[in-house]
């Protein structure tokens, strides 16, 4: 995914400031913007991983963000200098005398996150129905021959095979296959397991 | 993530990231560095030290994707280079896989259909493999160095966009049979060997999504900025 690491702030010491400190880092592009037009040009893209990192008291409130976080993943962290005020648009909030080592901890979380989201449901049980979709998967038949043999829909048995997918941790048709053998979903007395991986 | 320049130390490189080692040795670069610069060993070497850096770094941060300024070396490089690499998989890291797992079918001594079972996945993953290696070799590096020696009698309709393949199937076989392995399949044979078995197939994964994305992040664009040039 397309990533990049916003510094929203008036301050060019802070800007410049958090640009040193980032910048050897982490190997993601890193853009300063000086005010909020600046993010009207981001209106349009989607599907990235974006940070944000404002001063909160200027900039939480724009109506901007919820464009922006309807199409892309968005972690907004405030850089404040008053311990007394909560930033309820903030994901998070660092005071200005914050060790830099915790703002860079929290990026890395959000960026490394992202590699690992797609196995959120890794490790959930198959239900019956995902079983039936895996073993005719395994047998070799298209999605077409397994919405009839079921009597369900071709967009549904997708969406079976996506969910099989997330759960076991297998992505590819013969890796499903073997899984299916390991597990007994086939009966390999009568099938030689050799022909269909 | 660090980014290696031509200043720093060979040596260096090696310890920052011991996976290069092969990546290194691909360039005919020997061991035995002493002290010397990454620019300095590559003038030895007669290697294009801009070059060297593009493939190291790619490989080394997953991330980086080179400049245009060190992009200025021939695609024929990068072709002698992606070639000598299909040649250390076929000709070291398979013969070593194949050699694991069947050590490891030898040390299983009963209910070893499931290692029978893997076997057949991790066959049919070489095939496909070797099949994408092979359609790169008489199909794409042909039409790159035809692009480069002779750009006006290539065909004007092809372009390296649709020749080169998705490696995703490749990729995402490995994967499996690692899962398979580690998640599923019953503990029925030696542990050190099968150890040596996955250890050896994370590094091969890394080697060879590496090696992806060189062609993804380097080859794809250099070939393209040529055909652009002649098809305007």
């Avoid at chain 1, 993010?39 to 922006?68: A, C, G, Y």
């Avoid at chain 1, 850089?79 to 005071?95: G, I, R």
């Amino acid at each position: 995914m397309n990533r990049r690491i916003y510094i929203l702030h008036e301050s060019e010491i802070i800007q410049k400031g958090l640009l040193a400190i980032l910048k050897g880092k982490f190997n993601i592009e890193i853009i300063p913007f000086k005010d909020a037009d600046e993010l009207l040009s981001l209106q349009t893209v989607s599907e990235r991983r974006m940070l944000f990192i404002i001063d909160p008291d200027r900039f939480q409130h724009l109506k901007v963000w919820q464009n922006i976080k309807q199409r892309n993943t968005v972690k907004l962290i405030g850089l404040s200098n008053s311990a007394n005020q909560t930033y309820d648009s903030c994901d998070k909030v660092f005071l200005l005398n914050t060790a830099p080592g915790k703002i860079i901890n929290e990026i890395s979380g959000f960026f490394d996150n992202g590699n690992e989201s797609a196995n959120e449901h890794e490790g959930e049980e198959l239900s019956a129905r995902e079983k039936e979709v895996l073993k005719l998967v395994a047998l070799g038949h298209s999605n077409k021959i397994i919405a009839d043999k079921l009597f369900i829909s071709v967009h549904t048995v997708i969406s079976h095979r996506k969910n099989i997918t997330e759960k076991l941790g297998i992505k590819s048709i013969s890796g499903l296959t073997v899984y299916a053998i390991l597990n007994q979903l086939i009966d390999t007395d009568e099938i030689n397991p050799e022909d269909l991986i | 993530m660090k980014i290696f320049n031509k200043n720093d130390k060979m040596v260096t490189l090696v310890r920052a990231n011991y996976h290069l080692l092969p990546v290194i040795s691909r360039f005919g670069i020997r061991l035995g560095f002493k002290d010397k610069t990454i620019e300095n060993i590559c003038e030895e070497n007669k290697i294009n030290t801009d070059f060297f850096l593009a493939i190291v770094n790619t490989f080394h941060n997953e991330n980086y994707f080179p400049e245009e300024q060190f992009l200025q070396f021939s695609p024929l490089l990068l072709v002698q280079y992606l070639r000598k690499t299909h040649r250390y998989y076929i000709e070291y890291e398979l013969p070593k896989m194949d050699n694991l797992l069947g050590q490891l079918k030898k040390s299983c001594s009963s209910g070893c259909k499931e290692l029978e079972v893997i076997d057949a996945f991790y066959k049919r993953y070489k095939t496909e493999l070797l099949n994408h290696i092979n359609d790169e070799e008489t199909r794409v590096f042909p039409y790159v160095l035809e692009l480069v020696n002779n750009p006006r009698s290539v065909d004007p309709n092809f372009s390296i966009l649709e020749y080169e393949k998705e490696h995703s199937n490749v990729e995402v076989q490995i994967n499996d049979l690692k899962n398979l392995i580690i998640k599923y399949m019953d503990p029925v044979y030696d542990e050190n060997i099968c150890n040596e078995f996955l250890i050896t197939l994370f590094r091969f994964e890394i080697d060879i999504n590496d090696h992806a994305r060189i062609e993804d992040t380097i080859l794809v664009p250099l070939v393209v900025s040529i055909e652009d040039k002649y098809r305007g």
